[in-house]
């Protein structure tokens, strides 16, 4: 049986465009869609290939829900593979997010930090 793999995620944010042109200047990647999405709302596609994270918002205000760890099925957080950990610790710092919870581990090392909307990514380097 061949293996199955994660095509995308979906997460509610406050400004899809604003998120999406961040996430590409971020982490590299590109805009693979945009459009309307259920209920009226947006969404876009950014990622590569193969897998990408849906970057959604209806119509109106949108609330955050508190501590996602204490939320079944809460997201809590996205973790982003990259090759230089240091060189994306320091485009973190540059779009004035602070990063946290650093640490060595096997097989590799990692951060966190949280965007504009709270969503916390889990920065992680394997080489």
Known sequence: ????????????????????KRLCDLFGWKIRWNGEAMDGGETYHVGGDQSYPAIYKKPGEVQPKGNTYQVLGGLNHVGIVVKDIDDMELR???????????????????????????????????S
Do not use: Q, W
């Open 1 to 20: 049986m061949t293996p199955a793999f994660l095509e995308h995620i979906n997460v509610t944010v406050s400004d899809p465009e604003a998120t999406a």
């Open 92 to 126: 973190v710092k540059k779009l004035g997010y602070e990063p946290h919870s650093h640490g060595d581990y096997e097989p590799g090392r990692r951060f966190y930090f949280k965007d504009d909307d709270k969503i916390e990514f889990e920065v992680v380097c394997y």
